[in-house]
């Protein structure tokens, strides 16, 4: 298995609307992209000081998997409309668990 953990953190002016765009249009993907196994995402609770905004944690059976999720074309749309112009910071890993 290969886990993608992304951590947004979105610009000053990102507005609520924004936000759950983000939320919305990634929660699409899993009914778009098969190689989806798993998709877990959320807003940071703001109970600790210093965190990032948003979160995301998808599961994939290979890296052959994650890398067709990673461009396929409504990915890349979602990143491209709703991301992006949001966007103040990122950091992503890719690692294999076993599952």
Do not use: C
């Not at 939320?23 to 899993?30: S, V």
């Not at 807003?43 to 600790?48: E, W």
């Not at 103040?88 to 690692?95: C, F, N």
């Amino acid at each position: 298995m290969l886990r993608h953990v992304v951590l947004f953190t979105w610009s000053e002016d990102a507005t609520e609307e924004q936000r759950a765009t983000v939320a919305a249009k990634l929660g699409e993907l899993p009914g778009i992209i098969p190689q989806i196994k798993s998709y877990v995402m959320g807003k940071d609770a703001g109970v600790s000081p210093g965190t990032v905004d948003f979160a995301l944690v998808a599961d994939f059976d290979s890296a052959e998997d994650f890398l067709t999720y990673r461009n396929h074309p409504a990915h890349q749309a979602v990143i491209t409309e709703h991301i992006n112009p949001i966007l103040a910071g990122r950091s992503a890993i890719q690692y294999t668990w076993q599952g």
